[in-house]
């Protein structure tokens, strides 16, 4: 298997799509047609990381972090992401990394996140934006069905929970053919009007051009009339962080030392105690303080997140409770969603979970 043919699988778990835009996904270093002899999955590829998978025969990283974030002006070996840089390629290892497109997946790193706290039916927190597209194709009525099909088997039609979803229209088409024309219907230099059906579908934007390619082929037309257009509605199924509720509301107190045990913390920070109950509990794995008001504005009793400041603290204004778990530890599981995965989709070579902590912070 090449680097190239496992993109599919690897898609599936996390589409780079789904990626924020100021993020650095996929494959970073490496060439695409490398056949792989093994993957190491880790949080972070450090030198050190590199250097592990070396030794256990992966020439494949599978990250969460991306090692190259910013563009490097120079290879010298100085910083601790140029040492990661040479290292791998002077060993011929591959480095792929999932991010923001397996932030944004409603299984992915903040549904862990939930399941490890015990907060039930997540919804997403912050809703991707321009993200949904419509296609409207016209076709003869005869031939709408098997159009529509193509299109739902290419991804096209999906809403929520529900699949196959779609609206159509019936009218009158008309056209006339040049003389290097082909018609289906008519002759060459012929004014045509016929019975046409409409058909509206929305599909996630990383779709396109297999949504495009399945309506091409299976159109019966030479010249496909078609339109696209970007929707303003938010995706409810793709987004950062997630919101839901607790089994049983919690005080403060009870609430912190829930969080020190399930994500094995010596310490929290958090802000000033309301004194009131927990029940909805917001979560943003990483730098989530972009989402302080929308988890005020959907009624949160408390959000969990990273890499707050001094003055962020403040924004709680005393309309919820927010706590800082750290940056690595409120995406600590992540590694083992992407292993987990791997190993049940790949079985003709090794895959293997780093046993590295990548968590530059220490505690005393």
Same mark, same amino acid.
Request: glycine share 6%; aromatic share 8%.
């Given at each position: ?7 599919? @699988? ?11 835009? !100021? ?7 490496? &060439?695409?047609? /490398?056949?792989? $002899? ?26 969460? =972090?991306? @090692? /190259? !974030? ?25 480095? #792929? ?31 991707? &934006? ?12 005869? =031939? ?5 099909h193509a299109l739902f088997s290419a991804g096209a039609g999906q809403i929520g929970n529900?699949?196959?979803?779609? !609206? ?5 088409? $008309? ?25 509206e579908v929305t599909f996630e934007k990383h779709l396109q051009n297999q949504i495009i ?12 009339? #078609?339109?696209?257009? $970007? ?38 920070? =958090? $802000? ?14 990483g730098s989530g303080s972009f989402a302080i008001s929308q988890a005020i504005a959907l009624?949160?009793?408390?959000? /969990? ?7 962020? !603290? ?13 940056? #690595? ?23 293997? /979970? ?11």
């Amino acid at each position: 298997m090449t680097i190239k043919s496992l993109y599919p @699988i690897l898609e599936e778990l996390a589409p780079l799509g789904y990626a924020e835009d !100021f993020d650095n996904v996929g494959l970073i270093i490496g &060439q695409p047609d /490398l056949v792989i $002899s093994g993957i190491l999955v880790c949080h972070d590829a450090l030198e050190e990381v590199v250097q592990e998978a070396i030794e256990k025969k992966c020439n494949l990283i599978v990250c969460f =972090h991306p @090692i /190259l !974030f910013n563009g490097l002006k120079k290879i010298t070996g100085k910083t601790y992401v140029e040492r990661a840089v040479m290292k791998a390629l002077k060993n011929d290892i591959a480095i #792929y990394a999932l991010h923001t497109a397996l932030d944004n997946h409603q299984w992915g790193v903040n549904h862990i996140f939930c399941e490890t706290l015990g907060i039930k039916n997540p919804k997403m927190l912050v809703e991707k &934006q321009n993200y949904i597209q419509k296609l409207v194709v016209f076709t003869p009525a005869d =031939h709408a069905d098997k159009l529509r099909h193509a299109l739902f088997s290419a991804g096209a039609g999906q809403i929520g929970n529900y699949d196959h979803c779609s !609206f159509s229209s019936t009218g009158t088409g $008309s056209y006339r053919g040049n003389e290097n024309s082909n018609p289906v219907i008519g002759a060459k230099n012929e004014l045509v009007e016929t019975a046409e059906v409409k058909i509206e579908v929305t599909f996630e934007k990383h779709l396109q051009n297999q949504i495009i390619s399945a309506m091409k082929a299976n159109h019966v037309y030479e010249e496909v009339a #078609y339109e696209i257009y $970007s929707l303003e509605n938010k995706h409810q199924n793709i987004g950062l962080g997630m919101i839901g509720n607790l089994e049983i509301e919690l005080s403060e107190n009870d609430f912190l030392n829930l969080i020190k045990q399930k994500l094995d913390l010596s310490l929290i920070k =958090h $802000s000033k105690k309301r004194l009131l109950p927990i029940k909805k509990v917001a979560v943003l794995g990483g730098s989530g303080s972009f989402a302080i008001s929308q988890a005020i504005a959907l009624g949160a009793d408390a959000f /969990l997140t990273a890499d707050l400041k001094y003055h962020q !603290f403040y924004e709680a204004e005393n309309r919820l409770l927010l706590v800082d778990v750290g940056h #690595y530890e409120s995406e600590k599981f992540t590694k083992n969603i992407i292993f987990d995965y791997l190993k049940k989709k790949i079985t003709n070579f090794a895959v293997v /979970l780093s046993e590295i902590d990548t968590n530059p912070v220490k505690y005393f």
